[in-house]
């Protein structure tokens, strides 16, 4: 049974950064799509990034807005995607969630579809101006 775990949110003033992790324990997401999501109170949820990872290259697509701010990256350990982010806004406060897509690739890779089908639990990040 696939479960991820993220961590790493927190509070911070406008243009700090916070690097986010998020575990998977009973898979391992090689050659894989995993997604980063976030939800703001009162708002859909939206993706942030996904990346297709491989043990050469991933692949990665970023939401408009946050390209050039944040990064996301794999470990060696095929267990753990990160999401890096930078120069982070007050409209960046939301919960952030990872999630895998287990089977088939996601038809679109940036929205919450239900090819995303295992979720973690969210980790909070807040942005204060």
């Known amino acids: 049974q696939v479960q991820l775990a993220e961590s790493g949110g927190g509070s911070v003033q406008a243009g700090e950064s916070l690097r986010l992790a998020c575990v998977a324990s009973?898979?391992?997401?090689?050659?894989?799509?995993m997604g980063w999501f976030r939800q703001a109170p009162g708002k859909e949820r939206e993706g942030v990034a996904t990346i297709y990872a491989t043990r050469t290259y991933p692949s990665i697509w970023y939401a408009n807005s946050v390209r050039g701010r944040f990064t996301v990256s794999q470990d060696n350990t095929e267990h753990t995607i990160y999401l890096q982010m930078n120069n982070l806004k007050p409209e960046d406060t939301a919960m952030y969630y990872c999630?895998?897509?287990?089977?088939?690739?996601?038809?679109?890779?940036?929205?919450?579809?239900?090819?995303?089908?295992?979720w973690g639990q969210g980790t909070q990040v807040t942005v204060s101006s």
């Open positions: 009973g898979y391992t997401f090689t050659n894989k799509f």
């Open positions: 999630a895998a897509a287990t089977g088939v690739r996601p038809q679109r890779l940036l929205e919450a579809v239900p090819e995303y089908n295992a």
